[in-house]
Nanobody, 123 residues
């Protein structure tokens, strides 16, 4: 079992930045593919960024050039640095882990989830 705890959400003005963190339990964090999803009311949860065990990254087009996913295996933590935030980035952001490997850009492979953290971007 993997437990994930997100932090770092909040309210920010458009153009600002936030950094989300996700701390994972377990001794084998370095073997997990990690991802960040987001969800707004009435919409499906969307994979926006992923990072493989080797550091390969994936970004959905809407966040490319603005968001950066990274991981620190020594701290069992994955980060999402969000810059140039827009009101349309407002959502609940979820950290997710895939213990079974595979491509970082396949949402269906992620099988462990955090509780989510709210990000609100005001215009």
């Amino acid at each position: 079992q993997v437990q994930l705890v997100e932090s770092g959400g909040g309210l920010v003005q458009a153009g600002g930045s936030l950094r989300l963190s996700c701390a994972a339990s377990g001794r084998t964090f370095s073997t997990y593919v990690m991802g960040w999803f987001r969800q707004t009311p009435g919409k499906e949860r969307e994979l926006i960024a992923g990072i493989s065990t080797g550091g390969t990254t994936y970004y959905v087009d809407s966040v490319k050039g603005r968001f950066t996913i990274s991981r620190d295996n020594a701290k069992n933590t994955v980060y999402l640095q969000m810059n140039s935030l827009k009101p349309e980035d407002t959502a609940v952001y979820y950290c997710a882990a895939n213990k079974n490997g595979g491509s970082v850009n396949r949402p269906g492979l992620y099988d462990y989830w955090g509780q989510g953290t709210q990000v609100i971007v005001s215009s």
